[in-house]
């Protein structure tokens, strides 16, 4: 039996672990510190999937109908 991932549901969008490169262009582009983007917790369950560890950036891409793709930024803590 083959293990369903979390990603593969269609409410749950994409969820990636940024590079440090992508991280440092982004804090950037936004004028902020890592510390000042929304949390998620190292032990959420897509977190845990994803691979993420305490310190890293999250990328999460949502489609919505109205305004097309969004992108959000969470600190894994």
Known sequence: MSKIRLQDHIL???HEVMSEEEV?????ILKINKEQLPKIKAEDPIAKEIGAKVGD????ERESPTSGKSTAYRLVV
């Open 24 to 28: 440092e262009k982004v804090l950037n």
């Open 57 to 60: 950036i999250i990328r999460i």
């Open 12 to 14: 749950v969008p994409k």
